[in-house]
């Protein structure tokens, strides 16, 4: 049963008889399209048509795209619906992660670097009036992995770091944020990643933790927050062998299933042992971690028959909403866990007053609040907070063209991990450093020493140039590919000439540059986050980040 006047609904009479009246005058077809949560990637009329076909959603998702396509469609799509959709976006980030030209706040790596619950918050509020602004009422945000491990790709900068405590103080000021705004939270991605350096996007993942482990940890968080109001969870394609044992000690090692998919995590974890009574969405059903533990047929009813509550995005559009219909038919869906799958999406959409809105009203700011002038104040002030100096052995800081005239500046190329912001700042840096006054000369392999090159020796090196300056941006990834295989722009030239790194992004980069001397991290690429590190390494701004993870990666020779 739905405990639809307790934490998180807290439905009022009004509210409460919405629900139940809706639900009753509901068709099984009505019912099952309520399952599904869609996504508009282009904002089209096209992708429109097509997720409106067969059936009626109960909810979208939009990539990233303008404020002003947004504010147009998210209405269209209201507009087609009987009942009030929910609209999601990954506001991860402020208002960029759904709105292209909305604030780009920062990482939650960076807003944990500022050790400060204040950004923290200040990353919900902007999530929330720019999202509502533009229509959208469910934020797929908080992420409260751990980051354990240095070498997973998709954790890293998105996450508040790996420590539990500040983990929940940033998620709870997240969602106090978007709240204010009328904004469903939603916590992400459970059971919990981080332990593990492989991507769901393209393997089922293991949390390897123990029971006990976990408990301590993962569940500390999930516990803490879910009280705190946490409205959805989204369920990922993440095993956790132990957890699934316990609850069910028959269990087999090959019937172990991700969380989006296990009636154990699901139902025997998050909904019994937790306590959660919120929504449970699925994460993206087109990922590796998904589509490889059953055939897409079972995989599509078995998820909700599980305990997901909406599943989100389809492949085909057609195909998965016959597949969800067959599984209702075929009785993997009983009709006791489709209605109370869709109890608890109309329960959400009660909470939020969607119903009273006719899906006409707007927020009560309007469009011209999506990247104000206060949001970016908040953003400069963000990045100058969480820029962290994390070694300087050598002294080399602070800068000037008195010291160090002659900089060769190295852009590091690495591994496309498949996130990117959007803002890329080579360039602004570069221009930045020699507005301060200094020579900028870009690396030319032809020109670096090197196995059977005819470039520049050591000493020619040493006279040309007074600092090496390793800029390492967004779009590197997560480790360094070096184009040589000796020399040439690898920093083996730090025992004669000073060298220094910046990272816009990975905190965990120096273990590839463990002989740099000076090395800093500032978590995102945008202008905010590179105006803030050029006062610091001049000496005009203190550097005020706290590493919210371990940069020298538990290796001894990082800090040296």
């Known amino acids: 049963m739905v405990a639809l006047t307790e934490n998180p609904f807290f439905l009022d009479q009004d509210q409460k008889r919405w629900v139940m009246d809706t639900l009753a005058g509901m068709t099984v077809e009505e019912k099952i399209g309520q399952l599904f949560c869609e996504t508009l990637w282009n904002c089209t009329s096209e992708e429109s048509d097509v997720i409106f076909s067969e059936i009626k959603p109960g909810g979208v998702m939009f990539r990233p795209n303008t404020a002003e396509d947004l504010n147009k469609f998210t209405q269209i799509v209201q507009d087609r619906s009987d009942i009030?959709?929910?609209?999601?976006?990954?506001?991860?980030?402020?208002?960029?992660?759904?709105?292209?030209?909305?604030?780009?706040?920062?990482?939650?790596?960076?807003?944990?670097?500022?050790?400060?619950?204040?950004?923290?918050?200040?990353?919900?509020?902007?999530?929330?009036?720019?999202?509502?602004?533009?229509g959208f009422n469910w934020s797929f945000a908080p992420i409260v992995d751990i980051d354990e491990n240095y070498l997973s790709t998709v954790t890293n900068t998105r996450t508040y770091g790996s420590d539990p405590d500040k983990i929940i103080r940033m998620a709870k000021g997240y969602i106090e944020g978007v709240h204010r705004y009328n904004l469903a939270a939603t916590i992400k991605h459970f059971p919990g990643d981080g332990k593990d350096f492989r991507d769901q996007h393209k393997v089922a993942t293991v949390n390897s933790c123990t029971v006990e482990e976990w408990d301590k940890t993962f569940g500390k968080i999930y516990r803490e927050l879910i009280a705190f109001g946490a409205d959805a969870v989204m369920a990922a394609h993440i095993m956790c062998p132990a957890y699934s044992r316990f609850?069910?000690?028959?269990?087999?090692?090959?019937?172990?299933?991700?969380?989006?998919?296990?009636?154990?995590?699901?139902?025997?974890?998050?909904?019994?042992?937790?306590?959660?009574?919120?929504l449970i969405v699925s994460d993206d059903t087109h990922m590796t971690g998904f589509m490889t533990s059953m055939e897409r047929e079972k995989a599509v009813p078995f998820c909700i028959a599980a305990g997901v509550d909406m599943f989100l995005f389809t492949i085909n559009h057609r195909e998965d909403v016959e597949y969800m219909r067959k599984g209702v038919r075929d009785g993997i869906i009983t009709q006791e866990r489709l209605d109370e799958a869709v109890t608890r999406i109309l329960a959400l959409k009660a909470k939020l007053r969607l119903h009273e809105k006719n899906n006409k009203r707007r927020a009560d700011f309007g469009q011209e609040i999506v990247c104000c002038e206060e949001h970016r104040t908040w953003a400069a002030a963000c990045?100058?907070?969480?820029?962290?100096?994390?070694?300087?052995?050598?002294?080399?800081?602070?800068?000037?063209?008195?010291?160090?005239?002659?900089?060769?500046?190295?852009?590091?190329?690495?591994?496309?991990?498949?996130?990117?912001?959007?803002?890329?700042?080579?360039?602004?840096?570069?221009?930045?450093?020699?507005?301060?006054?200094?020579?900028?000369?870009?690396?030319d392999l032809e020109e670096m020493p090197g196995i059977g090159k005819t470039g520049t020796g050591i000493r020619p090196l040493k006279e040309k140039y007074d600092l090496m300056l390793y800029f390492i941006g967004a779009h590197t990834g997560y480790r360094i590919n070096w184009q040589s295989i000796v020399c040439g722009e690898i920093p083996c030239y730090t025992k004669e000439i000073p060298t220094m790194a910046i990272s816009f992004n990975s905190p965990y980069m120096l273990m590839d540059i463990p002989m740099v001397s000076t090395y800093i991290n500032a978590y995102s690429e945008s202008d905010y986050t590179r105006e803030a590190v050029v006062e610091k390494i001049m000496g005009r701004s203190p550097f005020l980040g706290v590493s919210p993870v371990d940069p020298f990666c538990g290796m001894w020779d990082l800090p040296l």
Not at 258 to 266: I, T
Not at 388 to 403: C, H, Q
């Open 247 to 278: 609850l069910n000690p028959g269990l087999k090692d090959r019937e172990i299933l991700p969380a989006s998919l296990s009636r154990e995590l699901l139902q025997g974890l998050l909904r019994d042992r937790l306590g959660f009574n919120g």
């Open 383 to 443: 990045a100058d907070q969480a820029v962290t100096l994390v070694k300087d052995v050598n002294g080399l800081l602070p800068l000037s063209p008195e010291k160090y005239k002659r900089l060769l500046l190295i852009p590091l190329e690495g591994e496309k991990a498949g996130r990117y912001d959007n803002n890329p700042q080579y360039q602004k840096f570069r221009e930045s450093l020699e507005a301060e006054g200094f020579q900028v000369s870009e690396i």
């Open 84 to 134: 009030p959709l929910l609209i999601a976006a990954n506001f991860e980030r402020g208002g960029n992660g759904g709105i292209s030209n909305g604030t780009y706040y920062g990482t939650q790596m960076q807003v944990a670097a500022t050790d400060s619950d204040a950004c923290a918050e200040q990353l919900g509020i902007i999530a929330g009036r720019e999202g509502a602004a533009l």
